[in-house]
């Protein structure tokens, strides 16, 4: 059988860096010494003790991106040399690498398959790069754009690896005195430590770091483990694990999962393998005990039937959800900074823009906001053509956040928009409706794919839709063929959410009397921005015929072409939470 690698030129020596952490990596470098194009040099990650120089080049392998992020932070020096490459042998897609601008002049750039053995990247150079800074860079890349920042907290490791999750100058030390090195300029916050020990206090912090030996299960790496790719229809049946595992999961265990109905995990489950399955959106079933957070593990015992595709979907967003609220880098790094009584920023605050010209519909829409939970909300509401009672606004927020601004009824819609924005406390910004359902968790989960999409904008397809009762019908509730956790080039007007900076790099919103959605939308895509469509279970379109900037025919939403399922009254997801009294029905 023809190697991986079989055409690869480097110029040597060269130094295979592999991780061996799980064995997954190395078992592919089988053959790799007698390649002609390779003069290779085998190095075992966990055998490194200091800097290792002299190179032509250097191939950086592991199995996949989570893997590679993780060993990013024991990379050593390894001098100068003209070519960097990373062979990840679990990973179903190929990445493009982006140079830095302080790297030397590059002069090749490939990003490819390796044969049928996962993805290559190279990159040549003019004249001698840094390989320890190209390798850094090549983990940060890896997950694609987005947020790679630590949120405010320094954590180094004393005798162990670093924890998933980019952490690329994390500091690893061979115990938990060295982080109170007084030579050192940036001390950490927390010391992650396999045994604990004293620390004297650090003069630049004016505190010892915090010893942390006991940080619970290890964190999953969102930015790779995630939703994106969900598939809400499947191909075969319940699987095993086994059958589509060799070992350790990994991006392409989780890429050949989507095809099934379910995997099925055994009793002696890793946790970590279990936490990637779960945070993906895989429906899992598990059998024993799990050594994860109680709602993750309630979430995963709920009675689910798996044959009914929307009963499915819910299940696999409440899993995912918990995973990545008790799981992810960003939880455990939450955790950590509350242990150590430092500052972090985690999920960030978010200004909720609500427009109306409605009066009738503002109790309702006070009500979507209020009962959102996961997330700090602060509701900027422009009234349109009418003066609300301030005081119903507060009593119906409780304690909420809020702002209340009027506008003359004949100012444009865009123009009422981009004052709420501009008044907004938060750097992120959501657009909500004043008639359409929201799910207690929805602005969380919109955050939640901001974070682990990295997307510019996020927001949910209008997938359910109730359309009011006209003269030739009565009330129904349509579920339309979208896909979901995909990006896109559309979602839903009233589930917007982006940062204000980009918002004021596009020059506000448009001033447009309607449609200031679609102008939106176009904006980001012309400025080379992502957009990313999340799940569509926690949001529900309202159509009264009537009232509505986005004019449409409501026959329009129940074309055969796209319709997945219809249903008489009133029939949300059970992921809206809907309350009896913001039923149309009156709660009957």
Same mark, same amino acid.
């Given at each position: 059988?023809?190697h991986?690698?079989?055409?690869?030129?480097?110029p040597?020596?060269?130094?295979?860096?592999?991780d061996?952490?799980?064995?997954?990596?190395?078992?592919?470098?089988h053959?790799?010494?007698d390649?002609?194009?390779?003069e290779?040099?085998?190095v075992?990650?966990?055998?490194?003790?200091?800097?290792?120089?002299?190179?032509?080049?250097v191939l950086?392998?592991?199995?996949?991106?989570? *893997?590679? *992020?993780?060993?990013?932070?024991?990379?050593?020096?390894?001098?100068?040399c003209?070519?960097?490459?990373?062979?990840l042998?679990d990973?179903?897609v190929?990445?493009?690498?982006?140079? *830095?601008p302080?790297?030397?002049?590059?002069v090749?750039?490939?990003?490819?398959?390796?044969g049928?053995?996962?993805?290559?990247?190279v990159?040549?150079?003019a004249?001698?790069?840094?390989?320890?800074?190209?390798?850094?860079?090549?983990?940060? @890349?890896?997950?694609?754009?987005?947020?790679t920042?630590?949120?405010g907290?320094?954590?180094?490791?004393?005798?162990?690896p670093a924890?998933?999750g980019?952490d690329?100058?994390a500091?690893?030390?061979p115990?938990?005195?060295?982080?109170?090195?007084?030579?050192?300029?940036?001390?950490?916050?927390?010391?992650?430590?396999r045994?604990?020990?004293?620390?004297?206090?650090?003069?630049?912090?004016?505190? %010892?770091?915090?010893?942390?030996t006991?940080?619970?299960?290890?964190?999953?790496?969102?930015?790779?483990?995630?939703?994106?790719?969900?598939?809400?229809d499947?191909d075969h049946?319940?699987?095993?694990?086994?059958?589509?595992?060799?070992?350790?999961?990994?991006?392409?265990?989780?890429?050949?999962?989507?095809?099934?109905?379910?995997?099925?995990?055994?009793?002696?489950? *890793?946790?970590?393998?279990?936490?990637?399955?779960?945070i993906?959106?895989?429906?899992?079933?598990?059998?024993?005990v799990?050594?994860?957070?109680?709602?993750?593990?309630?979430?995963?015992?709920?009675?689910?039937d798996?044959?009914?595709p929307?009963?499915r979907?819910?299940?696999?967003?409440?899993?995912r959800?918990?995973?990545?609220?008790?799981h992810s880098?960003?939880?455990w790094?939450?955790?950590? %900074?509350?242990?150590?009584?430092?500052?972090h920023v985690?999920?960030?605050?978010?200004?909720?823009?609500l427009?109306t010209?409605?009066?009738?519909?503002l109790d309702?829409?006070?009500? @979507?906001v209020?009962?959102?939970?996961?997330?700090?909300?602060?509701? #900027?509401?422009?009234?349109?053509?009418?003066?609300?009672?301030?005081?119903?606004?507060?009593?119906?927020?409780?304690?909420?956040?809020h702002?209340?601004l009027?506008?003359?009824?004949?100012?444009?819609?865009g123009?009422?928009l981009t004052?709420a924005a501009?008044?907004a406390s938060?750097?992120?910004?959501?657009?909500?409706d004043?008639?359409?359902?929201y799910s207690?968790?929805a602005?969380?989960?919109l955050?939640m794919?901001?974070?682990?999409?990295?997307?510019?904008? #996020?927001?949910?397809p209008?997938?359910?839709?109730?359309l009011h009762?006209?003269?030739?019908?009565d009330?129904?509730?349509v579920?339309?063929?979208?896909?979901?956790?995909?990006? %896109?080039?559309?979602?839903?007007?009233?589930?917007l959410?982006?940062?204000?900076?980009?918002l004021?790099?596009l020059?506000?919103?448009?001033r447009v009397?309607?449609?200031?959605?679609?102008q939106?939308?176009?904006?980001?895509?012309?400025?080379?921005?992502?957009?990313?469509r999340?799940?569509?279970?926690?949001y529900?379109?309202?159509?009264?015929?009537?009232?509505?900037?986005?004019?449409r025919?409501?026959?329009?939403f129940?074309?055969?072409?796209?319709?997945?399922?219809?249903?008489d009254?009133?029939?949300?997801?059970l992921?809206?939470?809907?309350?009896p009294?913001?039923?149309?029905d009156?709660?009957?």
């Amino acid at each position: 059988m023809t190697h991986p690698l079989h055409d690869v030129r480097l110029p040597g020596p060269t130094l295979v860096l592999v991780d061996d952490s799980d064995g997954l990596a190395l078992d592919a470098l089988h053959g790799i010494e007698d390649l002609p194009g390779i003069e290779a040099t085998i190095v075992p990650l966990s055998t490194l003790d200091g800097p290792r120089k002299g190179w032509g080049s250097v191939l950086v392998v592991a199995a996949d991106r989570a *893997r590679l *992020r993780r060993m990013a932070s024991a990379v050593p020096l390894l001098g100068q040399c003209k070519a960097v490459a990373c062979w990840l042998t679990d990973s179903p897609v190929p990445w493009v690498l982006v140079p *830095r601008p302080e790297w030397p002049r590059l002069v090749h750039l490939a990003a490819r398959e390796a044969g049928d053995r996962g993805v290559l990247t190279v990159a040549r150079f003019a004249s001698g790069a840094r390989a320890q800074l190209v390798v850094m860079e090549m983990a940060r @890349q890896a997950a694609g754009p987005g947020d790679t920042t630590h949120g405010g907290l320094v954590v180094a490791y004393a005798g162990r690896p670093a924890a998933p999750g980019l952490d690329a100058r994390a500091v690893l030390l061979p115990d938990v005195s060295g982080a109170g090195d007084p030579e050192r300029d940036v001390p950490p916050d927390v010391v992650v430590a396999r045994r604990g020990g004293s620390v004297a206090p650090h003069h630049v912090i004016d505190r %010892a770091p915090t010893v942390v030996t006991d940080p619970g299960p290890e964190p999953v790496d969102e930015r790779v483990f995630n939703p994106i790719g969900f598939r809400k229809d499947w191909d075969h049946p319940v699987v095993d694990l086994a059958r589509i595992a060799r070992g350790p999961v990994t991006e392409g265990v989780v890429a050949a999962a989507r095809a099934f109905q379910g995997v099925r995990l055994p009793a002696d489950t *890793r946790t970590a393998d279990l936490l990637a399955l779960a945070i993906s959106g895989v429906p899992v079933v598990t059998e024993g005990v799990l050594d994860v957070a109680p709602p993750l593990a309630a979430a995963l015992d709920a009675d689910v039937d798996l044959d009914d595709p929307l009963r499915r979907e819910e299940h696999s967003l409440a899993v995912r959800r918990a995973a990545f609220d008790h799981h992810s880098t960003l939880a455990w790094r939450s955790a950590l %900074a509350s242990r150590a009584g430092v500052r972090h920023v985690g999920l960030p605050p978010v200004s909720a823009l609500l427009s109306t010209k409605r009066p009738e519909m503002l109790d309702f829409a006070l009500r @979507q906001v209020a009962r959102q939970r996961g997330a700090e909300v602060e509701l #900027v509401l422009a009234a349109h053509g009418f003066e609300p009672d301030r005081d119903a606004v507060r009593r119906a927020l409780g304690d909420r956040p809020h702002q209340v601004l009027s506008f003359d009824g004949s100012e444009f819609f865009g123009d009422v928009l981009t004052a709420a924005a501009r008044a907004a406390s938060s750097e992120v910004l959501l657009k909500v409706d004043d008639d359409d359902w929201y799910s207690p968790d929805a602005v969380h989960d919109l955050l939640m794919a901001r974070r682990f999409s990295g997307a510019d904008v #996020v927001g949910m397809p209008s997938e359910f839709v109730y359309l009011h009762a006209n003269d030739d019908r009565d009330d129904l509730t349509v579920r339309r063929n979208h896909p979901s956790e995909i990006f %896109a080039r559309f979602v839903a007007g009233g589930t917007l959410l982006l940062d204000r900076g980009l918002l004021r790099s596009l020059g506000d919103f448009r001033r447009v009397r309607k449609y200031v959605d679609a102008q939106l939308l176009a904006g980001v895509e012309a400025a080379g921005g992502r957009i990313y469509r999340t799940h569509g279970l926690g949001y529900v379109l309202r159509r009264t015929g009537a009232g509505h900037t986005w004019q449409r025919d409501d026959e329009e939403f129940r074309r055969p072409d796209i319709v997945a399922s219809e249903w008489d009254g009133f029939r949300p997801s059970l992921a809206l939470e809907v309350d009896p009294l913001d039923r149309p029905d009156g709660g009957r």
